[in-house]
């Protein structure tokens, strides 16, 4: 792994992988919580590691059916990657409209569906339970977010 301050401090060796596909309905945002909580559950994270990684999901699994598929069902595609060291990548990501400005988009309060009462937190909470949050976005094609939490109890 890399020293801590350096770009890719987040790359270790994968020890084990799950993916799981799910339409995006919003009922599947319970199901794509509770599956990725398992699955990381074998690193035997502390409680409030497991409920940071469920709450980061649960907004950017959202954000696909909210923001990305609007209201239109696609899927919503979730990589699972637990690492030595105790790192966790997750990677959430649809093939909806895209984001047409990320770095807007990731500012507080921001919001493209101000009507329905979205608080545009979505971004700034993911990061504020995750260590890295790194988010690429085309118009037309789509947004992968990925979230990585570094497990303390490791």
């Given at each position: 792994m890399k020293p801590k301050g350096s770009k890719n401090s987040f790359t270790a060796e994968v020890i084990n992988e799950?993916?799981?596909?799910?339409p995006s309905l919003s009922v599947n945002e319970g199901m794509a919580r509770a599956a990725v909580a398992a699955f990381c559950a074998q690193l035997d994270p502390?409680?409030?590691?497991?409920?940071?990684?469920?709450?980061?999901?649960s907004e950017a699994v959202t954000n696909c059916i909210v923001h990305g598929y609007r209201n239109t069902i696609g899927i919503i595609y979730i990589t699972v990657k637990l690492c030595r060291e105790g790192i966790v990548r997750i990677d959430i990501r649809d093939k909806g409209c895209g984001i047409e400005d990320v770095k807007q988009a990731r500012q507080p309060l921001y919001t493209t569906d101000a009507e329905n009462e979205r608080s545009g937190m979505g971004f700034t909470v993911m990061e504020s339970f995750c260590d890295k949050v790194r988010v690429y976005s085309a118009c037309g094609r789509g947004t992968t977010v990925t979230l990585f939490k570094r497990l303390r109890g490791r």
């Open positions: 799950m993916s799981l596909k799910l502390e409680a409030t590691e497991l409920a940071d990684i469920k709450c980061a999901v």
